[in-house]
């Protein structure tokens, strides 16, 4: 893991809002929620870190086909709101997969010339004897994880172990739970060091409260997650959840109503 008192280069990091779901319910969220039937938004996020005179995407969002599947709206494409930024998907060099959901992996022919980096545990998962079961594969795709078969066999996937440096300031780390290959980022900004958690966390609540979120694959490391996520970023302050609206709200818009600048301070929790 990286010391927290390494010098070098800061990051600013981008949140692009792609898709959301305002149907969404509190029990589809929470295992054993007191209220299930309450509304609760989810949004989509995927999310670029740009310094160092470089670009690093992180996640490619979700193919619109896939989010009318599974009664998601489509805002907008993220190779799009990536121009907005100044930073062109067919020329990019560099994409983490935090984990292989088809909410992450909907865009990966927008960047031909990038090597992708992922836990090695998420490509022995989503190829393994756990996509048997319904409950296990119900949130991946096949002709997407194809894909990945593919750009493992032409040299551009790059399976790595539970902590490994992608550049200076930017490191990702296994934590489990939502997936067998969950894994968070960890960017150092000009604020300190930020913890994008990806779906380690789908909302703040569940690292407020100590509950997991209901699409699980090992509940006990999705809770131990919490502390790792802790022990990765400088305050609570510095934790970003991958679906929650209180993002939208707490952070400032940039460019357009559905980018938001993320290595700034919140506004408030």
């Given at each position: 893991m990286p010391e927290a008192a390494e010098k070098g280069a800061t990051w600013r990091i981008?949140?692009?809002?792609?898709a959301t779901n305002k149907e969404r319910r509190r029990g589809q969220n929470f295992i054993l929620e007191a209220d299930p039937a309450a509304p609760q938004v989810l949004d989509f996020y995927s999310w670029v870190l740009i310094g160092d005179g470089r670009a690093i995407v992180v996640d490619t969002g979700m193919d619109p086909q896939k989010a009318a599947k599974h009664g998601h709206t489509h805002l907008l494409s993220p190779v799009q709101a990536l121009a907005t930024l100044g930073v062109d998907a067919a020329t990019a060099d560099t994409v983490i997969l935090t984990h292989a959901h088809?909410?992450?992996?909907?865009?990966?022919?927008?960047?031909?010339?990038?090597?992708?980096h992922m836990q090695a545990?998420?490509?022995?998962?989503?190829?393994?004897?756990?996509?048997?079961?319904?409950?296990?594969?119900?949130?991946?795709?096949?002709?997407?994880?194809?894909?990945?078969?593919?750009?493992l066999h032409g040299g551009r996937?790059?399976?790595?172990?539970r902590d490994e440096h992608i550049a200076q300031g930017v490191s990702v780390h296994w934590?489990?739970?939502?997936?067998?290959?969950?894994?968070?980022?960890r960017v150092r900004t000009g604020r300190g060091w930020v913890v994008l958690a990806s779906d380690a966390l789908h909302y703040y609540e569940e690292y407020e409260r100590g509950i997991p979120f209901a699409v699980a694959f090992n509940l006990s490391d999705m809770i131990a997650a919490h502390d790792r996520i802790r022990a990765l970023a400088d305050s609570?302050?510095?934790?970003?959840p991958a679906h929650d609206p209180r993002i939208a709200e707490?952070?400032?818009v940039e460019n357009t109503q559905n980018i938001?600048?993320?290595d700034v301070s919140p506004t408030r929790r």
């Amino acid at each position: 893991m990286p010391e927290a008192a390494e010098k070098g280069a800061t990051w600013r990091i981008y949140g692009i809002r792609h898709a959301t779901n305002k149907e969404r319910r509190r029990g589809q969220n929470f295992i054993l929620e007191a209220d299930p039937a309450a509304p609760q938004v989810l949004d989509f996020y995927s999310w670029v870190l740009i310094g160092d005179g470089r670009a690093i995407v992180v996640d490619t969002g979700m193919d619109p086909q896939k989010a009318a599947k599974h009664g998601h709206t489509h805002l907008l494409s993220p190779v799009q709101a990536l121009a907005t930024l100044g930073v062109d998907a067919a020329t990019a060099d560099t994409v983490i997969l935090t984990h292989a959901h088809y909410d992450h992996l909907g865009y990966l022919d927008a960047f031909p010339h990038a090597r992708f980096h992922m836990q090695a545990e998420e490509m022995a998962y989503v190829t393994g004897p756990w996509m048997e079961k319904p409950w296990f594969r119900r949130a991946y795709e096949p002709d997407e994880i194809s894909r990945l078969v593919h750009l493992l066999h032409g040299g551009r996937l790059s399976l790595h172990g539970r902590d490994e440096h992608i550049a200076q300031g930017v490191s990702v780390h296994w934590v489990g739970g939502h997936c067998a290959g969950q894994e968070v980022v960890r960017v150092r900004t000009g604020r300190g060091w930020v913890v994008l958690a990806s779906d380690a966390l789908h909302y703040y609540e569940e690292y407020e409260r100590g509950i997991p979120f209901a699409v699980a694959f090992n509940l006990s490391d999705m809770i131990a997650a919490h502390d790792r996520i802790r022990a990765l970023a400088d305050s609570d302050d510095h934790v970003l959840p991958a679906h929650d609206p209180r993002i939208a709200e707490i952070y400032p818009v940039e460019n357009t109503q559905n980018i938001f600048r993320l290595d700034v301070s919140p506004t408030r929790r």
